[in-house]
């Protein structure tokens, strides 16, 4: 077993105490930074607390009325006696010195924090046999030491108009309305202005939806098209199943035919060339079946320690398990959840979620989904800052309209900081791949065919039309926005 001494520095825990009962401005700056429990000597530990309690009441604090208030607690006698306290005083540090004291004190408190922590964590290694409940424990209390170390601070309210009116500035030099992460959807991007920081956002649909699709072209967006960093964690497919759709959806070859091994010379050579174009893209895929909320926090936090990641991306949610036992399955997946907006905030980027709807979306005659279709938990609708659903009214129809053939409805049932709504995308259901529509879609519904951008149409599109001069006014024939979809929050 570790036996280590604990660091700690009796004096300075009294130059602290002393400076507090002499000025006791200085209070204020080590009641910020020091708890009781941050001083070894239980002598020290006392007399802070009381300290602590003077002040707290509004009497003013002298070493007169702190030798009376350890009277009345009956610990004067316990710390020493009036020959401590004058020790006390007589090691009292100097004002300007007492906030770099605090520090010194607040990093001993720490460092024997961790001693601890490893000595029991050792003690545990040989009596458990479930390894992933000691990482648990080994890693939920390493962090809770380190948020010991973060300040609470408060700022006046002028610095954060500043500090915003500066952020404000800064998003008015841009050339475009999209503020976070683009999809590469420009209606949904000027609905959502982005993906952004600190955001769980949940795309959810019934199976065959296209929900990895969807999720992939927005890797490939940001990843190949933007060059940003990403992850995707496929708990359901293998690394390479995930490679072969994104080439397929990028090729724009049929991925029945390519499984098939019959392509033809020109196909070959388009699929060679998206190698060769996505191969250096910064899209890291990790394919651990059955991951716990534990191991996509460790994995995430090296993968943005090492690789500077901007997104993660996770298919899918339900498919993901806790860390430790719990009674149903209805808290694993809140616990899952809010594990998820926790990851978000933590690295200070976005997380998207894909999520399974329930079945009874298909048992009613308006198949278009809603919140309270979200499978085993309203925890997932309550974490999530935004909410997507995937809806194809093609799919569950016979005999669809012309305005329904190869549309998709990418339905923003929740945004936390944004309006609701819907965005009509192009569906290429041979190749499972969602596409911009063209300008022209509600001119050419006669002619048969959903008409889609091609890729310099696109780059066009976001670089002329998705622009900041543009009023951010949500057109209602654009977006189809009904009362009905807008769900407040």
Wanted: hydrophobic share 40%.
């Amino acid at each position: 077993m570790l036996d280590l001494p604990l660091p700690h520095d009796d004096q300075l825990e009294r130059a602290v105490i002393g400076a507090i009962i002499i000025e006791p401005s200085v209070a204020d700056t080590v009641l910020n930074i020091l708890k009781p429990e941050d001083f070894y000597n239980e002598k020290n530990k006392v007399i802070y607390e009381t300290v602590i309690e003077i002040i707290s009441e509004g009497i003013a604090l002298d070493p007169l009325t702190l030798k009376t208030r350890l009277e009345k607690k009956d610990k004067l006698e316990y710390i020493g006696g009036e020959i401590y306290l004058s020790l006390v005083l007589s090691d009292a540090a100097p004002p300007k010195s007492v906030e770099h004291i605090a520090q010194s004190l607040k990093e001993k408190a720490i460092t024997r924090g961790l001693i601890t922590v490893a000595k029991d964590i050792l003690l545990k290694a040989k009596q458990t046999k479930n390894v992933d409940e000691l990482i648990d424990y080994a890693e939920s209390n390493i962090f809770k030491l380190s948020e010991e170390k973060t300040i609470s601070e408060y700022f006046h309210i002028g610095d954060v108009l500043q500090k915003t009116l500066e952020i404000i500035n800064e998003l008015s030099k841009k050339d475009s309305i999209v503020t976070g992460l683009p999809s590469g959807f420009y209606e949904l991007d000027r609905l959502t202005t982005g993906f952004h920081k600190g955001d769980l956002v949940i795309i959810a649909a019934r199976p065959a939806m296209g929900k990895t699709s969807l999720a992939l072209s927005i890797i490939h967006h940001v990843s190949v098209v933007e060059n940003i960093p990403s992850a995707f964690f496929s708990l359901e497919m293998s690394k390479e199943q995930i490679a072969m759709r994104l080439l397929c959806n990028e090729a724009r070859i049929p991925l029945r035919k390519v499984r098939s091994g019959f392509l033809t010379k020109e196909e070959l050579e388009v699929i060679t060339e998206k190698v060769l174009e996505m191969k250096n893209a910064p899209i890291f895929v990790d394919d651990t079946a059955a991951l716990s909320i534990l191991d996509l926090r460790a994995k995430a936090r090296k993968l943005k320690r090492e690789k500077d990641i901007q997104l993660i991306v996770i298919d899918y949610l339900q498919l993901m398990r806790s860390s430790r036992r719990v009674e149903n399955r209805q808290q694993e997946v809140a616990e899952i959840s809010r594990g998820l907006k926790g990851l978000a905030k933590d690295l200070d980027i976005p997380v998207i979620a894909l999520a399974q709807l329930s079945r009874q979306t298909e048992m009613r005659s308006d198949k278009r989904p809603q919140l309270a279709d979200l499978r085993e938990s309203g925890s997932i609708e309550q974490d999530a800052d935004m909410v997507m659903f995937i809806h194809r009214p093609e799919y569950y129809k016979k005999n669809p309209t012309p305005e329904e053939k190869g549309i998709a409805e990418i339905i923003i049932a929740k945004q936390r900081n944004g309006p609701t709504g819907t965005v009509k995308l192009a569906f290429i259901k041979e190749i499972t791949k969602f596409e911009n529509l063209a300008k022209d879609y509600f001119q050419s519904l006669d002619d048969g065919e959903v008409p889609i951008e091609t890729p310099q149409e696109e780059n066009l599109h976001y670089n002329n039309e998705i622009k900041q001069e543009e009023d951010y006014d949500i057109d209602p024939e654009q977006f189809h926005l009904m009362e009905d979809d807008s769900i407040d929050f």
